[in-house]
Every structure is written in structure tokens, then in C-alpha cells.
């Protein structure tokens, strides 16, 4: 549900928060409100019999319901914040400024006429809500998500941890290809949605790009953007409820991240910190994917666009067919400041080896990468950016799974797709314990 908030949206959001804490109390339990009604309705020594009291709580209900509109299908709440309100500008080098203007697109992109485009990607927009234009949709961060953090300081971040790509790090495990040797300003790719199963709320799965530049030590700086998903696996039940750290279910969702550190004190997902600067009024970043792909069923991708902006140095982001999302300014960054060095894609999950074992966290669509097309996830019309702002074809594709016998990656080249690989697995099995 879109509301019109039109207040800054802070990490937690007290009034907010409170308001719809009480509308949900009054509804699921309102017998507070009830006593109020009977005290001011009745004699003090009168009190209503079982049905009359039902018959009460029915009514209440239903008044309620037309009153309190429900949050959107996968349960968010999403506010319609003026662009200049909301969590970038409160960064001291953009205090009192506002979003730039879109800048010119890389050559070889497929403008779409007058920039409008009819897909709709996510769960809150489904029923037809949307945001005025001047105003950035928002998922609202409660006080809920906050508690599921490891830690309040670092809700909103990634794990500090050394990267690297020739093995696991930290029970991260990929499966991804990469280019590297030369400087990029950007990278493009359509990446197949999936709702893959996931253990515990320790882990998570995602499919995304990283656009790098810096070591693989403390001075990493990186862009991300994908669709990412979790959930929490509750014992001896037969079902996934609700319960990973950021989102509260196993949606997958739209993501985006960034870090000039490794991870270890910069950058956050999403709105979550001052960062990145949002532009459009119709996506929400961290809100659910819609639809999905289904094994040897439909297939559904979405298409991602990151590029360096020649004129203003920005990082800009683009989903889906010619929506602008907004961009990483400049200077939270040090490499980045230039250019990348290294643009990675494909997937990563988390393996907190439950019970000792490999975990059956899914990457992908959960199955290995030789099954193929409508079985397999996959990334495809795979693109960087060179130094002319020119979009252009990879020319040295290298592919590399860490543990190949949990998830595993085939690369090819076609016609129609251009670069493409396939990728995922099902976690432990009999060659993964």
C-alpha cells in the first residue's frame, strides 16, 4: 500500500510505526476498546452476554477494515517520500540539493519512445498504487526488522568480511562469470527470478552484478544489483515462515548495495543509509519481485543497467526497460571514483553448515546449470560499458563455481542471447554433504 508520508523516512520511522502498531492491535484485539464502549454504552454494572460481545467485535472489525487499508501482498508498507527527503540528502555533501536530471544513456541502448514503459515488476504496484510524481516510494523499515539485526549498528549491511573469488569466503559460495583486465563504466544483463529455498535466517540466496574496482582486501569498492531472497526454516515443521534478517519473508526482491571498504563500516542496502539517490516514483528498491520463474514452466527475467554517467561521474542505475532508478553519486567512493576494474554476475548464497552439513539452500532455481532452459537460472545478454559510454559485447568471459558439486555454471555464446550462462544448484546432495 501506497501512503502518503510525505516525511522523511528515517531507519525507525517512530510515528509511523506506532500509528500502524495500534491500528493492527485494535483490529486483531481490540478488547481495551470494547470496555470503552461498553463503560460509556451501559450502566457501570452492566456487562453484555458472550454474543452480544461477539456480535460487538464483529462490527468493530468490519468498521475497521474500510477504515485501515491493507499493506500491499507481500506485506509492506510503502511511503511516499519527497525526493529531497529522502536518506542520501542527509549526507553532508548533498544537504539541500535535489536529484539530478537523467543523463544520456550508453550508445547501443535501446531507448524506449517518450522513456514510458507498461511492465510491472513489483508485488506493491500490482492492485495499481503508486507515488506522486516529486515523491520516491519507500518500503517503510520497522522497528521489527531492526530486532531480527545481528546488531543495531550494522542493520543494513552486509557481513564485514575479505572477499575473493577463487574460493569461499566466510561460507559465501559462488557461482559467477566474470571479466577483468581492462576498465569498465558500466555492465548490463537480464537475470532470470527465482524463489529458491533457503535454510535458515543465517543465510540468504541472490543473483546480482558487482561492478569492482580496488583489491580484494580493505579497499574494496563495489555496486551491486540483483534480486536477493530468504527465509527461516522452523524445526520439526513442515513449512517456511517468516523470519530473515531485512525483509521478514522469502520474497525474492529487488536489491541494490554498495561498499568502499569491504563491507566493513560503508555502504548499505538499498534506502538504508545515506548513499544512494532514488528518481523514480513507481520502483520500490527492496520491495518483492513479481512474477517468478517455475521449473519447466514460464520464465521471467528482469533486466539490469549500470553505467557510469561521462558528464557528472555518477553511477546510474536502470531495471527493466528504460526505468531509471536513480544513482551512486561519485564521491562515496575512492576506486569507484574512475572506474571499475573487474564486473562480476551471478549468484552467491550463504552455507552456515546447519548440523555439520552443507547446507540445502538453493542457489538459482535450485537445480545445476546442465539441465538448461526453463530448469536452470540464468543470466543472459551479458554486456559492459567501455571508455566511449559505448555498451559492447563481453570478449572474455571466464566462468568459475567454488564448489561446483553444490553450484555449478555453464557458459555459452548465441545469436540471440549474446554472452549467457547458465547457473545454480540445489545445495547438499549426494556429492555435496
Known sequence: MASSWFNKV?????????????????????????QVVDQKLSPANQTLRPEQELHKMKLIRARLKKINKPPSPDGDLIDCVLSHK???????????????????????????????????????SLSGESCPEGTVPIRRTTE??????????????????????DSGSNGHEHAVGYVSGEQYYGAKASINVWAPRVSNQY?????????????????????????????????????????????????????????????????????????????????????????????????FDISLLVWKDPKHGNWWLE???????????SFLFTHLRDHASMVQFGGEVVNSRPSGFHTSTQMG???????????????????????????VPLSNLKVLADHPNCYDIQGGINNVWGNYFYYGGPGRNVRCP
Open 203 to 299: 543465510e540468504f540466496s541472490l543473483s546480482q552484478m558487482w561492478v569492482i574496482s580496488g583489491s580484494f582486501g580493505d579497499d574494496l569498492n563495489t555496486i551491486e544489483a540483483g534480486w536477493q531472497a530468504c527465509t527461516f526454516l522452523i524445526p520439526n515443521m513442515n513449512f517456511f515462515t517468516v523470519s530473515p534478517e531485512l525483509y521478514g519473508d522469502n520474497y525474492p526482491r529487488f536489491f541494490t548495495y554498495w561498499t568502499t571498504d569491504a563491507y566493513q563500516a560503508t555502504g548499505c542496502y538499498n534506502l538504508l543509509c545515506s548513499g544512494f539517490v532514488q528518481t523514480n516514483s513507481r520502483i520500490a528498491i527492496g520491495a518483492a519481485i513479481s512474477p517468478t520463474s517455475s521449473y519447466n514452466g514460464g520464465q
Open 86 to 124: 529522502q536518506p542520501a540528502f542527509d549526507h553532508p555533501q548533498l544537504k539541500g540539493q535535489k536529484p539530478l536530471d537523467p543523463p544520456e544513456r550508453p550508445k547501443g541502448h535501446k531507448n524506449h519512445p517518450s522513456g514510458m514503459v507498461s511492465e510491472n515488476y513489483q508485488l506493491w
Open 319 to 329: 531495471f527493466g526497460s528504460g526505468i531509471l532508478v536513480g544513482y551512486w553519486p
Open 144 to 165: 521489527h526488522d531492526i530486532v531480527r539485526a545481528s546488531a543495531v549498528r550494522r542493520f543494513g549491511r552486509k557481513v564485514g568480511r575479505h572477499v575473493r573469488r
Open 365 to 391: 532455481s535450485g537445480h545445476f546449470a546442465g539441465e538448461g532452459f526453463g530448469k536452470a537460472s540464468y543470466f543472459r545478454n551479458l554486456q559492459v560499458v567501455d571508455w566511449d559510454n559505448s555498451l
Open 10 to 34: 528515517s531507519p525507525i520511522n517512530t510515528f509511523p510505526t506506532l500509528l500502524f502498531f495500534l491500528l493492527v492491535v485494535s483490529s486483531i484485539g481490540p478488547v481495551h476498546s470494547s
